[in-house]
Nanobody, 122 residues
């Protein structure tokens, strides 16, 4: 599966952005999807993940209550709605996919898209 993230940009603290990830391939619904981010000088970290059907989502503690992940299997899209953004959310955001396991370790993801830069100004 090929992935392409978009929707990043510059936003003031407290603002919102919606990231999108377009997937290609016929078996999109068979992949668990995740959003990850990497800030300058830091390791890539898990942000949010979603189950095959979209019925279950998982978030890292720092974004709970502010971010919401969703997917549309018919359109082969995943989204990350980011509200109440903080300067510490500044990073390159990546979408990624894997077929099995709910372990959201970046090293376990099978496919990665190119990232999209989110910059939150204070």
């Amino acid at each position: 599966v090929q992935l392409q993230a978009s929707g990043g940009g510059l936003v003031q603290a407290g603002g919102s952005l919606r990231l999108s990830c377009a997937a290609s391939g016929r078996t999109f619904s068979r992949y668990l999807m995740g959003w990850f981010r990497q800030a300058p000088g830091k390791e890539r970290e898990f942000v949010a993940g979603i189950s095959w059907s979209g019925s279950s989502t998982h978030y890292t503690d720092s974004v709970k209550g502010r971010f919401a992940m969703s997917r549309d299997n018919a359109e082969k899209m995943v989204y990350l709605q980011m509200n109440s953004l903080k300067p510490e959310d500044t990073a390159v955001y990546y979408c990624a996919a894997k077929a099995y396991s709910s372990n959201w370790d970046p090293n376990d993801m099978e496919y990665w898209g190119k990232g999209t830069l989110v910059t939150v100004s204070s």
